[in-house]
């Protein structure tokens, strides 16, 4: 057994503040008072239901992920953020209309407390959305200064001990890494000077890290993978995690391309198309928005399926990507995938999937998860990017001199041998040779 790491303990309120207060957050914020309220299940949440194999596999010992290591509780948990619409979470979870009315009706009264604050908006990077509730600021360093003064007033105001912020709102215009972003001071001299390199999402980001607050990005926007952000989160002693949840098609993807390389069976091609109705699927209707979350989805197979190695498998992929903004879906997406594969001699087969999924229902459970992880690696003195949690991601951050690891049992695998390395536990190799020397 190793030694364990120093820990501090989850005492008081955790506060989760979430720029971007619509289908996602208030599916969240739901989720928690149902389950608290014993009328609903944390069904697809690793921290709530999920176990860890400690030891040998006849050592018997498999505790809930909850009961082995140090997590907030639901009850501690304190809910916030920032959105262009003024609707408080009851009224946004109505509109989303992705949980029932009646159920929402039994968890009302603590829906209607959760109001968001004035959002840092700018129609310039989300192009199909508008709203009323958005701050008058003179200039992006008067907006960073806002965000500031509103996470110290929200702590202070809630009584919470510690922070996550974790970005649950629309995705922005594609944005190439530029020359600002590579330092700190180059990156706060762009922030003075309005410049157009500076999105929302990172005044939010560089706010919350000048205030020590764990940051995570939900969507595909640049916003925390950029040098200058990593260097002021390990200068401020601050946790780091994204982009973009790993939810519908994808999740599918990461699924099925590791057991299709495991077996050395080629791929020729990959059309994906999607259909969704909600407020993601409106602003990705814009080019501009959707070239941002296509190029995260288009790198998954690329890096599990590693045709630099395989090139006789994997080197020629036809691999498409579509996105349809059809409001009659609402929140209840669909995804096709058509995969042409081939097999002993190059003869050909197929693939079809036909996922008929909810975005915000898959979405949910890893944002809870993600905000108790991070709080946890927070508390355990860790800081940077958090790759142990390229589980939850579409496109996760890594060091530079590495390539993402897109594999989801790969990446569960670290995500489980991390959280034993903190407690001490030996890390499971599944070599399995000592039951029988």
Known sequence: MNQSTTIAPASGKLGVLMPGMGAV???????????????????????????????KRTDGRSPLIKDFVPLAGLDDLVFGGWDVFP?????????A??????????????????KPMPAVFDRNYVKRLEGSNVKSMKSKWDAVLEVRDDIKRFKADNGCERLVMIWCGSTEIYMAPHEVHNTIESLEKAIKENHQAIPPSMIYAYAALQEGVPFLNGAPNLTVDVPAMVELAKQQGVCLGGKDFK????????????????????????????????????VLDDPE??????????????????????????????????????????DEKEGWDNI?????????MQIKIDFLCRDSILAAPLVLDLVLFTDLAQRSGMSGIQEWLSFYFKSPMTSPELYPEHDLFIQLMKLKNTLRFLQGEDLITHLGQEYYD
Do not use: C
């Open 25 to 55: 957050a208030t599916t969240v914020i739901a989720g928690v008072e149902a389950v608290k309220a014993g009328i609903g299940a944390p069904i697809g949440s690793l921290t709530q239901m999920g176990t860890i194999r400690l030891g």
């Open 87 to 95: 609707d408080d979470a009851y009224d946004s979870a109505i509109h």
């Open 97 to 114: 209309g992705v949980l029932p009315k009646d159920q929402l009706d039994q968890i009302k009264d603590k829906l209607q407390t959760v």
């Open 247 to 282: 939810t519908g098609q994808t999740l599918m993807k990461t699924l099925l391309a590791p057991g299709l390389k495991a077996r050395m069976l080629g791929v020729r091609g990959w059309f994906s198309t999607n259909i969704l109705g909600n407020r993601d699927g409106e």
């Open 289 to 330: 928005s959707f070239k941002t979350k296509e190029v995260s989805k288009l790198d998954v197979l690329e890096y599990i399926l590693q045709p630099e190695l395989y090139p006789e498998l994997y080197g020629d992929i036809y691999h498409k990507v579509r996105i349809n903004y059809y409001p009659p879906r609402g």
């Open 340 to 348: 042409d594969i081939f097999g002993w001699l190059g003869m050909p």
